[in-house]
């Protein structure tokens, strides 16, 4: 099968750029652009917040939307940028403009170190973390009396230009929607959906999970702090009920949720949507408002659990006739024809190739990792076996640097990486597949290949990659598919195509023939054997007995955290070790029918 070397476009997953856009942008802007000429002050003033919420949610939407770390606290950016550009613009005389972007600036700085601390949290830790930042900033504020006013608050002067504050607000919005836009185009706004859906299998593909998120963190504080100056500048005064205001939040969420999260345009629909809703809410039940958008949010969640946008995406596709790709096994037929002359895994600089070495690791005291040595040879296929238990994909998850090791060392190619982060293990060249298949089910199957491209490739050459590693597969044709909807089988498939991206020198397997069918299995055992002819090795964990002795050079038999026989195939299967690790020990025969 011929792969064209033709440059490949590859499609956006949020907005595209076409004629029907930018006219339905323009159309917008221009609409907002002039609501001062045809617009009361009543309309304006609920312009101006309704613009404000939007680009709150577009804000939040950044790390909780792309990267799901869901904060339930961002009104500390919002109060903060409040307080350093009012205090800016009234003490230094700054212009609020200019208050409003060095207010934004400070934030941004404040939010590093932040992010390093609180995005080790995950889950509802980091949504109760940041609640906790926000209340720490409320605190702090009214401690700083003599800055800030305490609980009286700071009165500020006003404006008689509130139509430039009205087109500040419209500024600041519209560049938090080209920001989410131009992260969304980009292979950084896949590696944060892809870090939504598993951090982890994101970082052994090679990426730095931290820095990404740290970035994504820092952007998201910069548009709220300019708000929060510009909203403080509306009002013409700012306390710390309304800059850490706890419903702020919840009206931040219920706009990305409601929208639909990790999509550009859903968090505008969302903000469009709630701001109208809350508008005559408050107006109509100003007693009861809060509790009808609890009652709101829980109804989202259940019937609109991906929002919006995605749904009113999916009935267009469906009134233009789109279908999905058709669902078909992958099927063995000779070898496969695709050529892997550009497959070029890093040279070999020492051997052995991998050396573990009187390694220990232990879980509350227990060692379930004692003294594990072992060397992989080159160009070899090791295989792990032992009873469930034995430890066998912990010594995969330390050799990768999912786990850090208690004791001992490990070395590949000659260098030292049981002190090294994932990433820096998977530019090394040593990919990884699971027992359970770890794809990031919410993108495309060819999005999911993408993200695990070497850095430096332009998208063309990726994507030609990417499909070829499909077709040496055998999942050719399924581009389009979202991971989730791919059968078990498929999914080992698509995982063993991702590793193969980044032409790694040792693939390290967990279970690859468990659970899937004789025809698919014998498709691993043959990309297996193509790719360690090509220069790859591999170390494989597997329980089917009959695949390992047939495809493996070599055989580590782990018990209890510890090895306990190793050699060819043949020499393991007649261990007795090995037959007592399996099957307990070997009963002797005595003449006389005792039997110690």
């Not at 009543?42 to 613009?51: A, E, G």
């Not at 080790?120 to 609640?131: D, E, K, N, S, T």
């Not at 800055?147 to 600041?172: C, D, K, P, Q």
Request: aromatic share 8%; glycine share 12%.
């Amino acid at each position: 099968m011929t792969i064209s070397t033709q440059t490949t476009s590859l499609s956006s997953r949020g907005l595209r750029v076409n004629k029907t856009t930018v006219l339905a942008t323009l159309l917008v802007l221009a609409a907002l652009a002039t609501a001062p000429l045809w617009g009361s002050a009543y309309i304006r003033s609920f312009l101006s917040v309704t613009l404000m919420w939007v680009g709150l949610a577009l804000s939040w939407n950044i790390i909780s939307g792309y990267s799901g770390y869901v904060s339930l606290g961002h009104t500390a950016f919002f109060g903060m940028g409040a307080y350093v550009g009012a205090l800016l613009f009234s003490n230094l005389g700054m212009p609020w403009g200019l208050a409003a972007i060095v207010a934004g600036v400070i934030t941004s700085v404040v939010a590093v170190p932040i992010g390093y601390i609180l995005l080790r949290l995950r889950g509802p830790f980091f949504a109760v973390g940041m609640l906790g930042l926000s209340e720490v900033f409320r605190i702090g504020v009214n401690r700083l009396s003599a800055w800030t006013g305490g609980g009286h608050g700071l009165y500020l002067e006003t404006t008689s230009r509130l139509w430039l504050v009205y087109f500040g607000f419209m500024a600041i919005t519209l560049a938090a929607f080209l920001a989410t836009w131009l992260i969304d185009s980009l292979p950084y706004g896949r590696t944060l959906l892809a870090m939504r859906d598993d951090e982890v299998a994101t970082q052994v593909l090679g990426t730095p999970t931290t820095r990404a998120k740290v970035a994504a963190f820092v952007v998201s504080a910069f548009f709220p702090a300019m708000l929060g100056t510009t909203y403080a500048i509306f009002i013409s005064y700012i306390d710390p009920s309304s800059a850490f205001n706890l419903e702020y939040n919840l009206i931040m969420v219920l706009m990305g949720a409601l929208g639909g999260v990790g999509t550009v345009i859903g968090p505008v629909l969302g903000g469009a949507v709630v701001g109208g809703l809350r508008e005559s809410l408050w107006v109509s039940l100003p007693q009861l408002h809060l509790i009808l958008f609890g009652i709101i949010m829980v109804v989202t969640v259940l019937v609109l659990p991906d929002g919006l946008y995605p749904r009113i995406r999916g009935m267009v596709r469906r009134w233009r006739g789109a279908t999905e790709t058709t669902i078909r096994e992958a099927r063995v037929e000779g070898a496969p024809t695709i050529s892997l002359d550009e497959f070029s895994p890093p040279e070999v600089e020492a051997e052995p190739l991998l050396t573990v070495e009187s390694v220990i690791k232990s879980f509350a005291g227990r060692r379930v990792i004692d003294e594990c040595t072992f060397e992989i040879a080159p160009n070899s296929v090791t295989g792990l076996i032992g009873p469930n238990g034995s430890g066998k994909t912990t010594v995969l998850n330390l050799i990768n640097g999912i786990l850090n090791v208690d004791g001992g060392n490990i070395v590949f190619n000659g260098v030292r990486i049981d002190n090294k982060a994932p990433h820096q293990i998977g530019h090394l060249g040593i990919g990884r597949t699971y027992q359970i298949p770890r794809l990031f089910d919410r993108l495309t199957v060819l999005d999911n290949m993408m993200v695990a491209s070497p850095q430096g490739l332009s998208p063309g050459v990726s994507a030609q990659r990417a499909r070829q590693r499909l077709e040496l597969v055998g999942l050719g044709g399924f581009e389009e598919r979202l991971a989730g909807k791919l059968s078990y089988g498929q999914r080992k498939l698509l995982e063993m195509a991702r590793v193969l991206m980044g032409d790694p020198l040792l693939i390290l397997m967990d279970e690859p023939f468990a659970g899937v069918n004789p025809i698919l299995r014998e498709r691993i055992a043959e990309l297996v054997r193509i790719l360690g002819s090509h220069g790859v090795t591999f170390v494989v964990i597997g329980h089917e007995m009959t695949e390992m002795m047939a495809l493996c050079d070599r055989i580590v038999v782990m018990d209890q955290g510890a090895v306990i026989s190793e050699g060819s195939p043949a020499h393991v299967q007649q261990d007795p070790a090995v037959f007592e690790a399996y099957f307990g020990r070997r009963a002797e025969f005595i003449p006389n029918g005792r039997q110690p």
